[in-house]
C-alpha cells in the first residue's frame, strides 16, 4: 500500500477493514473497495476518478499537507511507523537480545528500552558516577561506535 501511495497512485484497496487507521490523517488517500455496494458502482467511481482533476486532487488531497515534521507526513504517522525503518530481521535480532539477557522491550517502538544499570566495582555503597553505569542502547544503535548489533 505504501509503495503505491509514494509512487503518487491512488491504490484501489481490498482488505483489512481497518485500513483507513493506517494511513496519513485518515484520509481518503486510498479507494476503499468496501465504500461500494457493486462491482458496477467501484467502476463507476474508478472512472469518474481518471476523468475528473478535482475528484483525483481530492484522493491526493493529504499529499499537500504540511506538517511541523520534515516530510509529508503527520507526527503521528511517524511515532507509529517510524520503527519500520529498521529492517524486521534487525527488530528481531534485538527483541531477541532483549529477552535472553532481560532488557525492556518498547513494543511501539521495536526497541530495547533505554535502561542504565549500574556498573560493578562500587557494590552499590559508594556514590555513582557516569563512568559507573552501562547504558545498554550505547550498544546496539546508539551513539558508540562500539556497538554490538
Request: glycine residues 6%.
Amino acid at each position: 500500500l505504501w509503495g503505491a501511495l509514494s509512487a503518487g497512485t491512488i491504490p484501489v484497496y481490498y482488505g483489512a477493514s481497518n485500513v483507513k487507521e493506517h494511513l496519513p490523517n485518515f484520509t481518503n488517500a486510498i479507494i476503499d473497495t468496501r465504500d461500494f455496494s457493486t462491482v458496477k458502482a467501484l467502476a463507476d467511481y474508478l472512472n469518474k476518478v481518471a476523468n475528473n482533476r478535482t475528484l483525483y486532487e481530492f484522493h491526493q488531497a493529504w499529499r499537500s499537507k504540511t506538517y511541523d515534521t520534515p516530510s509529508l507526513l503527520p507526527p503521528e504517522f511517524h511515532k507509529k511507523y517510524d520503527f519500520t525503518n529498521v529492517h524486521s530481521n534487525c527488530r528481531l535480532c534485538r527483541w531477541a537480545y532483549a529477552k535472553k539477557y532481560g532488557f525492556g522491550w518498547n513494543h511501539a517502538n521495536q526497541t530495547i528500552e533505554t535502561t542504565v544499570y549500574p556498573r560493578g566495582g562500587n557494590n552499590g555503597n559508594a556514590e555513582k558516577t557516569n563512568d559507573d553505569n552501562v547504558n545498554i542502547n550505547d550498544y546496539i544503535g546508539g551513539a558508540s561506535e562500539n556497538k554490538i548489533l
